[in-house]
């Protein structure tokens, strides 16, 4: 099956369908594994921890080109994208997990709701966003097209932060998909 890509005028009515998502009481709608590169596992439970991130990715492994050494950056440990946002650009559901992100989540990821520090509980971990960009890559233009990253990257894709925001894990613990986020103090 060939995958044809939204145009502009599809992807911002799409959203515009959706509605907007809610800022204090958020869903996690669902959780990826990247274990190897390129490859992508949904999974309804698992493990954030502070030194790897995610349970099962490859995350700290992997590393990155961005850094001097070749290391993983350590703001960018958790990737998180509005669920809205990768629905109105994948309507087929089983493409959604090629965004590259490792939670979707039905919660306003503005910097007036989510500002860099802002904490975040999920299921039992604490997550603190961090201000690592989120812009997209080569691979997220070849999965959904020109115009969905430019639909993300664009002045009002920044303001929302459609492509997503990172995050690092504060306090391991066990997430599911369906756990409630709610904005936390920090201790």
Known sequence: MIETHLSMTELESRLAELGNSPQDKGTLVMIVTRPEVDERVVVERADLDPVSGLVGDNWLARGSTHTDDGRAVPG???????????????????????????????????????????????????????????????????????????????????????????????????????DMISKVEPQ
């Open 76 to 178: 960018a440990q958790i990737a998180i994208m509005n669920s809205r946002v990768i629905e109105a650009i994948a309507p087929d559901a089983s493409r959604r997990a090629l965004a590259g992100d490792q939670l979707f989540v039905d919660l306003e990821l503005t910097d007036e709701n989510l500002p860099t520090g802002q904490r975040i509980a999920i299921g039992t971990a604490i997550l603190e966003i961090t201000d690592t960009a989120h812009t997209g890559c080569a691979k997220f233009t070849e999965r959904f097209g020109h115009d969905a990253i430019k639909f993300v990257n664009g002045d009002e894709g920044r303001k929302w932060h459609r492509r997503g925001i990172y995050a690092r894990v504060i306090q391991g613990g066990t997430i599911c998909a369906g």
